[in-house]
């Protein structure tokens, strides 16, 4: 059971707390404001600290050097950006920093911290997608963002009845998976498009519009 230790008992670190206990992590979350700090206790099925994470004694009272994780989801990008300066003498494995201001970003990265989550970003990110994509379900984004993970659905008559080697992969997207009955299949090269087929296509940052044009005929 990997141990992971949240600085922030606010919406983003309960709710992150959570989730990662009913997936069975070791949690411990670390909260400043006493009030808030009981009011977690009492909802979180974890060990609450209420003490500072920018603090060595805190951490190391949390046992800081057994985690595989520290998050910082505080709202305070200079507390969040501390506790993570502290937490790498200690050689966590995974160290992950909420970024409420974009702007700041750099600076966690000058320092080493590459894990960097910006929700009021990605919020906007998401409700862009809902207005550009309204058809299309997201999966999931890697790397750092350089790429997603769509479903789509395969309407364009022009590539129907064609061979899957013969339109994917290319440089801007590769069809990964496609669905019959329900059923998730891996496509062979020389398997027919079908119309009306849903696909999981993995397509680069910036390709959308034309992978969309490509296989739904959507400009």
């Known amino acids: 059971m ?6 922030g ?36 099925d974890a060990l609450v600290i209420c003490g500072n994470g920018t603090n060595s004694k805190i951490l190391e009272e949390v046992n800081i050097e057994d985690a595989k994780y520290f998050i910082a989801t505080t709202g305070n990008d200079e507390a969040n950006l501390l506790s993570c300066i502290l937490v790498r003498k200690y050689n966590v494995e995974h160290i992950i920093a909420r970024v409420s201001n974009p702007d700041h970003e750099e600076a966690f990265k000058e320092v080493g911290i590459e894990q960097v989550i910006s929700p009021e970003r990605a919020a906007a990110s998401y409700l862009q997608k809902i207005v550009t994509r309204p058809n299309t379900a997201e999966l999931m984004t890697i790397g750092q963002g350089d790429g997603e993970i769509l479903d789509m659905t395969i309407t364009n008559n022009k590539i129907v009845g064609k061979k899957f080697k013969d339109v994917s992969p290319t440089k801007d997207f590769m069809i990964i998976a496609t669905y019959q ?11 027919i498009i079908s119309r009306g087929e849903k ?19 959507k400009s």
């Open 2 to 7: 990997d141990y992971v230790v949240i600085m």
């Open 199 to 217: 696909v999981s296509v993995l397509v680069k940052r910036g390709s959308f519009s034309k992978v969309s044009k490509k296989l739904e005929n």
């Open 9 to 44: 008992g606010g919406r983003v670190g309960l709710a992150l707390a959570n989730l990662l206990i009913n997936e069975g992590y070791d949690i411990t979350l670390i909260e400043s404001d006493t009030k808030l700090c009981d009011e977690v206790a009492s909802e979180l």
């Open 181 to 191: 009955n329900g059923t998730l299949i891996i496509p062979q090269p020389d398997n």
